[in-house]
């Protein structure tokens, strides 16, 4: 292994969000956890913020009030001074948009809100958040790098029907593009501009919350692909009380889809070919890395054969994607690296220890650990590379 991603957690290291005070046992935790790490020669990128604003923010407003932008700032300044000698490459972010849609679109995660403009204004204070934590970085540290984590799931419309390509169109503008402009190009683009303003969805902004958006330079992006998204236009028109994404389109089964079992995801490596192509020919072949791309199974202790889990299908899922990545490559693609999500069996805020995603093993019961089938694969294939 080359590399390997972490989060801190901003509440467990930090107490008084305002002074952001330091919990002396958590700096402990997480300096002996990246020493660790660093022991064995692993590049260490550490992510600052993965979906876990503290609870006291959020009820002084979280990412709605400006003022969280300046204690998120005050945090991330905090942990580059604690561990910026340590650390190799940092991330301001992971998945704003999934944080918000599940948050302030879909009702998936606290706060359970349910309100476009709302969730227009969040993403917005994050991008702002994000813009201000990269240009101070760039003033203290201007040879290393930082990054945020994106996550794209491309929209592909039922046909070339024309109100099917404008499901998809407006879909990706919303999901896609909104990200991937402001990050990359500093601007939003003329149609979602358009959009917000018929639909009064502009969010509060200053103009120097602008010009910091527009002087951020990331290092290169970081993106996680899972999944597309197969949109048509919507069967029924009717009057809503209030817009939502899915008053401009519907989703669909694709007759021709792959379906991994056990998740009940898509499974479409060519979607990671097409995002591959997006970059390179819409972003100037921006550097980019997968920074996630792997298969959830639910109840995998039932292809385990003695001690070692048998995920061929994994195996087969890594196998696709490498080989559309690697002809993306070949190609031009401006693509450095690819990880997989994730190397040993996590949590999630949704459902717990329910999937597991890893290569290697975590047995909940004993606190152990073992090696899957993949991660055999993986490791010949790291031997392979290094030939």
């Not at 008084?16 to 020493?35: G, M, R």
């Not at 400006?66 to 604690?82: Q, R």
């Not at 998936?108 to 709302?118: A, E, G, Y």
């Not at 024309?162 to 990200?179: G, P, S």
């Amino acid at each position: 292994m080359e590399t390997y991603r972490i989060s801190i957690q901003w509440s467990r290291l930090i107490y008084n969000f305002e002074k952001c005070s330091v919990n002396k046992d958590a700096y402990e935790f997480y300096l002996n956890y990246f020493k660790e790490i660093k022991k064995r020669k692993i590049k260490l990128i550490v992510n600052l913020h993965h979906f876990d604003t503290p609870y006291e923010i959020f009820k002084n407003g979280g990412w709605e009030n400006k003022n969280t932008i300046e204690l998120y700032l005050k945090y991330a300044k905090k942990c580059f001074g604690l561990f910026g000698d340590i650390v190799d490459e940092w991330a301001t972010f992971n998945e704003p948009s999934a944080n918000v849609e599940c948050q302030y679109l879909y009702g998936f995660h606290f706060p359970k809100v349910q309100d476009f403009k709302r969730s227009i204004q969040v993403y917005f204070n994050l991008m702002v958040a994000h813009s201000k934590t990269v240009n101070y970085f760039k003033t203290i540290y201007p040879n290393k790098k930082i990054t945020i984590i994106v996550s794209i799931n491309p929209a592909y419309p039922r046909s070339q029907n024309k109100a099917d390509l404008q499901a998809a169109e407006f879909r990706n503008m919303i999901f896609v593009y909104f990200q991937l402009n402001l990050i990359l190009k500093g601007t939003l683009t003329k149609q979602l501009e358009n959009f917000l303003k018929q639909y009064d969805l502009i969010p509060q902004y200053f103009l120097e919350e602008f010009e910091e958006i527009k002087k951020a330079k990331i290092d290169y992006i970081a993106l996680n692909y899972y999944q597309p998204s197969r949109v048509k236009a919507k069967e029924t028109k009717k009057i809503e009380e209030k817009i939502m994404p899915l008053s401009f389109y519907d989703y669909y089964e694709w007759p021709k889809r792959r379906i991994n079992p056990h998740r009940g995801w898509e499974i479409y490596p060519q979607g990671l070919y097409d995002l591959a192509m997006l970059i390179k020919n819409e972003y100037d072949n921006f550097a980019w890395m997968i920074s996630e791309n792997g298969m959830g199974v639910e109840n995998e202790e039932k292809f385990k054969i003695e001690v070692i889990i048998n995920d061929d299908y994994r195996i087969e899922f890594i196998e696709e994607h490498l080989q559309f990545l690697k002809i993306a490559i070949d190609q031009g693609s401006n693509c450095f690296g690819y990880s997989l999500w994730t190397f040993i069996d996590c949590w999630s805020w949704a459902n717990a220890f329910k999937n597991r995603y890893g290569i290697v093993e975590y047995d909940l019961e004993n606190k152990k650990t073992f090696i899957k089938k993949s991660g055999i694969y993986i490791s010949e294939l790291i031997k392979l590379k290094s030939q």
